[in-house]
């Protein structure tokens, strides 16, 4: 058994043997998720709609989402910093500060503003690179037109520095001379922005689409740990290449706590590249998932295809992974736990690769600490495969609700 395989194997056992020995009745109290957005939440006992003749529970439920409703009104402030690096060498190491809080009752404001370093080591004929990013977005989220109709947007500014040479001549030992060059700026800075809706039925399923328009390196601003980055050479792409992003989802609620989820997508790069893809997942609860302590089996497949391979970024003819993910959220009076593990297979043609069946996994752990308003956290989410990549990002962040 090859030794990637081996352990595929031997981390879907940790999960299982994690999980069974968490998810037994722990502590209560009154807690959030994780500070990384939750894909699909689990429904539980006190989500299920209470019988006319049981006033009580009606009651109770109405005054739990109540509760609910006025925790997420409530505004908030805090900072975020996270660091990333690569097998190609590439890493971003950046911070900032976020907060949000709501307008006449209906209009959730977010605003964020971020600021670092984008860099890539020297390596061969390859010189190093270094950019300064900055980043802010103004937008509002969960503003209900209709109780099934929901819309989402923003605006963004993206701003880049080239802190390297464009251009090096370099005199070799012979006394010859190479010129080195990099691909300039487009202007130097994106602005862009997303705009979103989606349906929402009967049995929460729902069906969504959004529209946006930003750099590839804006995955490095979300919150959530999980990112894949696709810059390989930052000598070959201009770091302030926009990408216009199109998709459309639908979250499908086949049984209880059972969920397929379908998502599919469309890029058109600023260097007249286009990019097709597409993913979807099954989400099974294990026996012991419930409420507090939720776990689900997650069979998933991905799909990409790009019409031109190019040098600066994975632009791959086509690149398709299968996977069985393990996906966990613990909460407990004072600590929440996140955890992932997704053994896979992928298959890659494209300049260098053939196509040939290659194993990767990766893996996410996200730990939050609650007291009253306050909330700090750290995580960590790690990938690697036998086609020769590998990454990791950690994250921290801290939050204050007033």
């Known amino acids: 058994m090859r030794p990637l395989s081996t352990l595929l194997f031997a981390s879907i056992l940790l999960a299982l043997s994690f999980s069974i020995a968490i998810g037994a009745p722990l502590e209560d109290g009154d807690v959030d998720h994780i500070g990384v957005p939750q894909v699909a939440a689990m429904a539980t ?17 109405i005054a739990k989402s109540e509760a609910e409703l006025a925790k997420k009104m409530q505004p908030f402030a805090g900072g975020y910093g996270a660091g990333f690096r690569d097998k190609n060498d590439v890493s971003v190491m950046q911070g900032g500060v976020y907060g949000g809080g709501t307008l006449w009752d209906a209009l959730n404001l977010r605003l964020q503003a971020m600021t670092g370093l984008l860099h890539q080591d020297a390596k061969s004929s390859r010189r190093e690179s270094n950019v300064w990013r900055t980043s802010t977005s103004l937008g509002f989220v969960d503003l209900f037109l209709t109780p099934r ?3 989402w947007g923003s605006f963004n500014y993206e701003g880049f520095n080239q802190l390297s040479d464009e251009s090096v001549s370099v005199r070799d030992a012979s006394g010859n001379t190479k010129l080195y060059s990099r691909a300039p700026l487009y202007r130097g800075y994106v602005v862009g922005g997303k705009l979103g809706a989606k349906y ?8 969504g689409v959004e529209a946006k328009r930003e750099s590839m390196w804006a995955e490095h601003d979300r919150f959530d740990t999980r990112v894949f980055n696709r810059i390989t050479d ?11 992003r199109a998709r459309a989802y639908s979250n499908i609620v086949t049984f209880p706590e059972n969920q397929l989820h379908l998502e599919g997508g469309y890029d058109s790069m600023e260097d007249g590249n286009q990019r097709k893809w597409g993913y979807a997942h099954y989400q099974l609860p294990f026996p012991w998932s419930y409420d507090k302590h939720w776990m689900v089996l997650r069979p998933n497949f991905y799909v990409e295809s790009c019409d031109e391979q190019k040098d600066g970024y994975f632009s791959p003819e086509y690149h398709i992974t299968t996977g069985l993910m393990i996906h966990t959220i613990q909460e407990f009076k004072y600590i929440d736990i996140e955890a992932e593990v997704n053994p896979q297979l992928l298959w890659t043609k494209d300049k260098t690769k053939k196509g040939d069946t290659q194993e990767g996994i990766h893996g996410l752990l996200n730990i939050a600490y609650k007291y009253e308003n306050f909330r700090i956290g750290v995580g960590g989410f790690a990938y690697s495969d036998t086609d020769d990549y590998w990454l990791f990002r950690g994250n921290v962040f801290l939050k204050y609700s007033f």
């Open 234 to 244: 930052m000598t070959k792409m201009a770091s302030d290449m926009a990408v216009n």
């Open 149 to 151: 109709i929901v819309f």
């Open 200 to 207: 929402i039925f009967d049995n929460e399923s729902e069906v």
């Open 45 to 61: 006992a006190s989500d299920m709609p209470a019988s006319p003749a049981d006033g009580g529970a009606f009651n109770a439920e």
